[in-house]
């Protein structure tokens, strides 16, 4: 959007996955009693890069935060005529059956020379309401029902219109940047079974809220509960 004029473009970019920064860590989770604490790591004192804990929620709102280019990114405005400094906003235009966040665990410094994982503890809902980053309610936030369709909208099938999410999967890693292991963290009927490998063993909840996820999936939750009824049926 122009600073100068508030002419707003719009792009447009088809992705099958969402690939979120992990926020800041908090300053309040850092306790040496917190299996997810630095444990008086020095590097980790000194960077605060795997200290305290993100949650999926809080990456999604930085990933849909207004962010005001600089003067060395300058765009040219179609009504100014000229170039002129802006603001950009992520947002999410059309919400898929099963969504897909992967966590960018994977740091590489070009100053430094080096890259490495980030081990901070990422905290992630269960149920997820994915409204607040849709397009529509981020236009409708800024300019309330003064808002028109897109350019090539057409109307939504009611399925479509569900923003709640729950999830069904979460892939982990463990080990360092050149070396690790997945596992992955499957929901069926309502348990939550393990993959690691060959072995398959059944879970509880608490160990799936502990893990370090790298990449979770959420399906609509229509379609979450219609799988467990059929399942439960079979």
Not at 130 to 141: C, D, F, H, Q, T
Not at 197 to 225: H, S
Request: glycine fraction near 6%.
């Amino acid at each position: 959007m122009c600073m100068a004029c508030g002419f707003t473009s719009t792009t447009y970019d088809p992705c099958v996955d969402i690939s979120l920064d992990l926020e800041p860590g908090s300053a309040k989770t850092m306790s040496t009693k917190s299996n997810h604490s630095c444990n008086g790591n020095a590097d980790c004192m000194n960077s605060g890069q795997n200290c305290g804990t993100s949650t999926l929620v809080g990456c999604l709102d930085r990933f849909t935060r207004p962010e005001r280019l600089g003067s060395d990114q300058k765009f040219f405005c179609q009504q100014c005529q000229v170039r002129q400094e802006s603001l950009k906003q992520m947002s999410i235009r059309k919400l898929p059956l099963v969504s897909c966040f992967h966590i960018k665990r994977f740091e590489h410094s070009s100053i430094r020379k080096m890259s490495r994982k980030v081990d901070r503890y990422l905290q992630f809902p269960f149920s997820l309401d994915m409204a607040p980053y849709l397009s529509s309610s981020i236009l409708r936030n800024r300019f309330g029902n003064r808002i028109l369709p897109f350019d090539g909208d057409e109307p939504e099938a009611p399925n479509e219109l569900c923003s709640e999410f729950e999830l069904f999967a979460v892939v982990t890693h463990t080990g360092k940047l050149d070396a690790g292991h997945y596992v992955t963290y499957l929901r069926l009927s309502n348990h939550w079974y393990k993959c690691d490998d060959a072995w398959i063993t059944q879970v509880n909840e608490d160990i799936v809220r502990a893990a370090q996820g790298y990449m979770m999936f959420y399906v609509q939750k229509m379609l979450f509960y219609k799988a467990s009824e059929k399942q439960g049926s079979a």
